[in-house]
């Protein structure tokens, strides 16, 4: 039977959206679950609840001593020290968020044209050593970017890609087409052949085929993975503290930790720079979660 | 024109040799079912022809040109699969319609053939549907309609039918029998069901383990099977083969039983042969010259026919009776055997033998 990738990969769960039924033990076993959660919800969620305080309260209030949960003075002051200094014009700080924005969006981008069609073609052709080819490809994800970056960062001062920002988005590329490939060959895979098979003999192409029958089936993964190597290239660290040197090239991971280390902080500013820099993620991720449930458990869902 | 021929297939997944010197002639305008059990080749012949498997060595003629290397749009050819293939996010329209837009006709000129097409297979009704909206056997028609929609070189059909449920199935047989007489075209039909192969075919090609072993018209395959194998395959309930040997003006079984020898028969004495027997060249209830005696074994009532088992020495045989036949397991019978009817194959080869007197 013919099935839209939709439905194909949708476990059932997602699309549910009954209330789930009670069950046996009645109203006092509903409150001590209610309960449990709540402390272990207050426990997981006290840094986030902190740092959104921090943001938004005056920096008396910040250094009170004992701690001001409540009673305190709300101003927006730190979030426009995050982007306006105190001169009126741009701080570096939000020339360091651009910086993310660019490095972290042509990446992504990067890894997706590269990745998808390799993906496709993995899935779709008899390749050599298939099966070694997808190992090696995972295999470079297996070392963590530190055991790496010093060699690395060696490379790319020779080739003078020290420092730059297209050394970053080659680095985020090259650990994102991996991924985008082992993910969206699941994804491939869920689509019949048979609908490229049928189109081209239909008249079209092998790749208008892919083009106009099998690509539009693999939205949904492609935003599901285009999300997840944004988050990687987003959230990165080590290569971006490595890598960079100049405030110009710097990306907004780098930049915030920068702020600690004075000799006074202003944690007022550090929560406010770290709520902006949590926001694009939580957004898409907010966007694409039902497509971002599907690609975690796909192939785990009998149908 | 219409005229498919291949030549010499041959492919291998892995180990697996899928078609192993597969040759085939398609006549133009034909009914060509090719038929075998699951794994014989069948779809993979069918998918060679298509352009869709690349080929070890072999070769595709379509209408006398040589199109082993030519990509699928270029063969000209329309193809209905087994899973039916209907576009998930297209309706039943845009489906059809399909074919036409990748060849670059007019709106008016695809409205006109889509129109065609659905009155032909009454789909009127389903055109603005999408194939998650429609049950099984529509959607086997809207594959049809994108099909037909054109008119190829040639319509390839991979078992459209067997994933409908067996009423469909019948009525979609005629259908299929009646839009080739009405539409023209070579038909090659793939089915791993006899029933269809016979009840449809022009031409049957019996294929198994990537080797032809038979082409002929339906009435050719299952009165003259080539060998052991199809005279099995074709056939239901299967033909029952026995052991024997040629002694003399008789037959004499490996069991001990013995028959006239046909009189059409070439084979020198002690030649190990078998004797194939269809269901209803035996009967339980005629009485004639040349007869078997073994004991009824089972009765398999059928509504319109019963099946009587016999068995014979170590063999069961089985045979075709009237629905109102009786008896009880054990009792002594004597099954007559129309030999002018019988099939003798060599027991080594397995090929059927001469049959010049028949």
Same mark, same amino acid.
């Given at each position: 039977?013919a ?10 769960? #997602? ?5 789930p ?9 509903v409150?001590?679950?209610v ?5 272990l ?5 006290? $840094?986030?609840?902190w ?11 910040v250094?009170?001593i ?5 009673d305190?003075? #709300?101003t927006?002051d730190?979030?426009?020290?995050? @982007?306006?200094d105190?001169?009126?014009g ?10 993310s924005?660019i490095v972290?969006?042509?990446?992504t ?7 998808? $069609?390799?993906?496709?073609a ?9 099966k070694?080819?997808l190992?090696?490809i ?6 963590? $970017?530190v ?8 490379m790319?001062?020779?080739?003078g890609?020290?420092?730059t920002?297209?050394?970053?988005i080659l680095?985020?590329t090259?650990?994102?087409?991996? @991924? ?8 491939v895979?869920?689509v ?12 079209y192409?092998r790749l ?5 029958f099998?690509?539009?089936?693999l939205? $949904?993964g ?5 999300v997840?190597?944004?988050i990687f290239?987003w959230?990165?660290f080590?290569?971006?503290i490595f890598?960079t ?5 710097r990306?907004?991971?780098p930049?915030i930790a ?6 006074t902080?202003?944690w007022?500013?550090?929560a406010a720079?770290?709520i902006?820099?949590?926001?694009p ?7 694409v ?6 690609g ?8 | 024109?219409g005229?498919?021929a291949v ?6 997944f892995?180990?697996v040799?899928?078609?192993? =010197?597969?040759?085939l002639?398609v006549p133009?305008g034909?009914?060509?079912?090719v038929l ?23 070769s ?8 082993t =290397?030519?990509?699928?749009?270029a063969?000209?050819?329309a ?9 998930p996010r ?6 059809i ?7 670059h006709?007019?709106s %008016? ?7 065609? !097409?659905?009155?032909?297979?009454h789909?009127?009704?389903l055109?603005?549907?999408r194939?998650a909206?429609?049950?099984? =056997?529509e959607m ?14 040639a319509?390839? !059909?991979d078992?459209?039918l067997t ?14 029998t009646?839009?080739h007489?009405s539409?023209?075209g070579?038909f090659?039909y ?5 029933v ?8 049957v090609a019996v294929i198994?383990e ?17 060998n052991?194998w199809v005279?099995?395959?074709?056939g239901?309930?299967?033909? %029952?083969?026995?052991a ?13 039983w013995t028959l006239?020898r046909?009189?059409w028969?070439t084979?020198?004495? =002690?030649?190990?042969?078998?004797l ?6 035996l009967?339980?209830?005629?009485r ?6 073994g004991?009824l074994?089972g ?6 026919r019963?099946l009587v088992d ?9 045979v075709?009776?009237?629905?109102t036949?009786t008896g ?11 030999l ?6 060599d ?6 033998? %001469?049959?010049?007197?028949?």
């Open positions: 039977m099935v839209s990738v939709d439905e194909a990969v949708s476990p059932g769960p #997602v699309r549910d959206r009954r209330p039924r009670r069950r046996s033990g009645g109203r006092g076993r409150v001590i679950e309960a449990v959660l709540a402390v919800a207050a426990v997981m969620l006290f $840094p986030v609840l740092m959104i305080e921090t943001s938004i309260k005056e920096n008396r209030d250094y009170a004992p701690a001001k949960f409540f305190f003075t #709300v927006l730190h979030f426009k020290d995050v @982007f306006v105190s001169g009126g741009p701080t570096t700080l939000s020339g360091s968020f651009l910086n924005v972290a969006g042509v990446s981008v990067l890894a997706t044209v590269l990745g998808v $069609p390799a993906a496709w993995y899935s779709r052709f008899s390749v050599k050593a298939k070694d080819q190992f090696f995972l295999s470079t994800r297996f070392m963590p $970017p055991v790496v970056v010093i060699p690395i960062f060696l790319y001062r020779q080739v890609l020290f420092d920002k297209l050394g970053l680095i985020y090259a650990f994102n087409v991996p @991924f985008t490939i082992w993910m969206m060959k699941g994804f895979d869920e019949p052949a048979e609908y490229e098979d049928a189109a081209m003999l239909d008249g192409t208008q085929a892919f083009w106009k099998t690509l539009p089936l939205l $949904p492609i935003a599901a993975t285009a997840f190597a944004l290239s959230n990165e080590v290569f971006a890598l040197s100049s405030d110009a090239v990306t907004a991971p930049a920068g702020l600690i280390g004075g000799t902080v202003d007022g500013l550090v720079a770290s902006v820099f949590a926001l993620v939580l957004v898409f991720s907010y966007l979660r039902k497509h971002l449930v599907a975690v458990t796909l192939g785990a869902v009998r149908r | 024109m005229t498919v030549q010499g297939l041959r492919k291998s892995g180990k040799q899928a078609l192993d =010197g597969v040759t002639d133009d034909s009914f060509f079912v075998g059990p699951s794994g014989a080749g069948k779809t993979t012949t069918l998918r060679a022809i298509a352009g869709l498997e690349k080929l070890d060595a072999g595709v003629h379509l209408d006398g040109k040589d199109a =290397g030519d990509t699928p749009a063969r000209d050819l193809m209905v699969f087994q899973s039916y293939a209907l576009y297209l309706t039943a329209y845009e489906n319609a399909s074919p036409l837009r990748a060849r006709r007019s %008016s000129e695809i409205a006109a053939a889509v129109e065609k !097409m659905s009155n032909l297979l789909i009127e009704r055109l603005q549907r194939p909206q429609m049950s099984g =056997g086997q028609r809207v594959a049809l309609a994108r099909a037909l929609v054109r008119q190829p070189r319509f390839l !059909m078992e459209p994933n409908l449920d067996l009423k469909l199935r019948v009525e979609m047989r005629t259908e299929l009646r839009i007489r539409l023209g070579t090659i793939v089915t791993n069901d006899q269809e192969a016979l009840s449809m075919a022009d031409q198994k990537g080797q032809v072993q038979q082409v002929g018209t339906p009435t050719e395959v299952y009165e003259r099977p080539a052991k005279a099995g395959f074709v239901s309930p299967s033909i %029952s083969l026995l024997c040997h040629a002694e003399g003006d008789r037959l004499v079984g490996a069991d001990g006239p046909p009189r028969t084979a020198e004495d =002690g030649r190990p042969l078998l194939g027997l269809r269901a209803e060249d009967s339980v209830e005629r004639g010259d040349a007869s078997l005696s004991e074994y009765l398999e009532p059928l509504g319109d019963t016999v068995q014979i020495g170590s063999e069961i045989v089985k075709k009776a009237r629905p036949v009880t397991p054990g009792e002594r019978l004597q099954v007559t055997v129309d002018d009817r019988a099939h003798l194959f027991a080594g080869t397995g090929l059927a033998l %001469s049959e010049a007197g028949r």
